[in-house]
């Protein structure tokens, strides 16, 4: 998948911040693996309201999200669903910072 943010960010006139490559770190244990991918494929079903005071994200669509987990074969789709919003809440923490 190709990294598209800064080039979105340049677009839409957002300054990133500058972090050198040797300090971005990110480890993930194997069995928390799936859900990840499952966050990153639905990572275009967000719910957002816009207005005159910018964008808010409420959290993902659970609709797309189930459609998303049956494509993929998901057998346990409560226990990943409960993955799912650990990420989601993190993931909220910041688009709304």
């Not at 990153?40 to 994200?57: K, S």
């Not at 609709?63 to 669903?81: H, I, K, P, T, W």
């Amino acid at each position: 998948m190709e990294d598209t943010r800064a080039a979105d960010a340049n677009a839409l006139g957002i300054a990133q911040p500058e972090i050198p490559p040797e300090e971005i770190r990110c480890e993930i244990w194997a069995e928390h693996h799936p859900a990840l991918e499952l966050f990153l494929a639905c990572r275009t079903q967000w719910r957002i309201i816009a207005g005159m005071g910018g964008a808010h994200y409420q959290g993902l669509d659970y609709l797309a999200v189930e459609s998303v987990m049956r494509m993929r074969g998901v057998e346990d789709m409560a226990g990943m669903l409960e993955q799912l919003q650990q990420l989601e809440a993190g993931a909220l923490e910041l688009l709304n910072a």
